[in-house]
Every structure is written in C-alpha cells, then in structure tokens.
C-alpha cells in the first residue's frame, strides 16, 4: 500500500493526553497531574515513501492542572499552595511531525510550542495564569482504507511562564495519549 499521506492532505482529530505525575527534569514542581483535551488540524507539507512531513496545530479547549496542597518559603515568607484541580484552555499554534515509511502502521516523531491560560495561577501561587508549552513527542499511527487515523504515543510536555511572573517553578510531564483523525486528500 502506498502512504495514506499525500502532499497537501488534511486531517481533522482529536487527542486525549494525561501525565499521572510531573517530575524534575526542567521545571521544579512536583506531584501535578495533567490532562489535556486537543483538537488537532494537521496538513502533510512533504511526502515521498520513506517519509512524510505534516505541519500540526493543535486547540486546546480542555486543560486540567491537579495539585496537592504544598507549602514552600519565598524570600523568608511561607506561602500555601491550596490542593485544586484548575482549569485552563490554550493552543499550541506551531507543530511539526515527521512519520516514517509508507505504511498502514507509521512510527512518528512530533514537536509543538504554545501556551496555556488557567483560571489561577499555576503550577504555584505567584506564578503565571500564562505559561508558555513545548512538546517533543514519539508515536505511531494506523491508518486504515476507510480514512481514519488512530494514535497512541508519549510526549515530553513542559510548562513555563519564562520569567513573566515574579516565581517560575515550571512543570515537566511525561503525557501518554491517544487520538482520533480523519483524513482529507487533496
């Protein structure tokens, strides 16, 4: 079977990502959880039978931040940070994806940058509402006959409001997901 992914084709999807726990890589909070709800739109750039390029972008009309409460000192000051689940919204308007071969099953790497806006400020108090995101991710995708895609795969997310508030503690997540695309040749 040739590649289901031609030059100029579209796809429309929607993804379900969820991070059990952050971890300390770049930013310094610990104990989040992380879910995000996206709507993907994807359009395949390149595409010859070893490989195919798609620029993505993504909606994010769902995100929620899981906290614990947690007390830290701040310039001799003790602040609480309340247990809450917040919720957020945003998008990550510049993605790329490689997929490899010409496969019904394709093995890909992905990468995206945007931002997100909670309710309160997040990871901690006195930080950002607004944090910048990136993602670098790996998966593979099904493609089956009738135009459809299905995608399992891992993504290293990562949270920041790059200074614009007077604490930055950031959030790295380790995000499993799964989506859902329709294909739309040109």
């Known amino acids: ?27 310094t909070s610990r104990d989040r959880k992380l879910f995000l709800a996206n709507l993907q ?14 620029y993505t972008v993504d909606l ?19 602040l609480r940070n309340p247990a809450a689940t917040i919720y957020g919204t945003g998008a990550n308007p510049i ?7 010409a496969r019904r099953v394709e093995p890909f790497l992905s990468g995206s940058v945007g931002f997100l806006y909670f309710a309160r400020q997040v990871p901690v108090v006195g930080s950002s509402q607004f944090n910048y995101t990136a993602n670098l991710g790996v998966g593979i995708e099904v493609f089956s006959h009738s ?14 409001n790059a200074e614009g508030a007077p604490l ?17 040749r040109k």
């Not at 399992?152 to 949270?159: A, D, W």
């Not at 930055?168 to 499993?176: R, T």
């Open 1 to 27: 079977m040739d590649t289901p992914l031609t030059a100029g084709s579209n796809e429309f999807g929607i993804w379900a990502n969820y991070s059990p726990q952050s971890f300390v890589f770049d930013g």
């Open 41 to 54: 739109y994807a359009r395949t750039l390149l595409a010859s039978r070893t490989a195919a390029l798609k």
């Open 60 to 78: 994010i009309p769902l995100a929620l931040e899981n906290q614990p409460t947690q007390f830290y000192l701040v310039n001799g000051k003790t």
């Open 95 to 101: 993605g790329l994806q490689v997929n490899f071969g």
């Open 147 to 160: 135009g459809r895609w299905f995608t399992v795969g891992y993504k290293y997310h990562h949270l920041s």
């Open 168 to 184: 930055n503690p950031g959030l790295d997540s380790n995000m499993f997901y799964t989506g859902f695309s329709l294909l739309r």
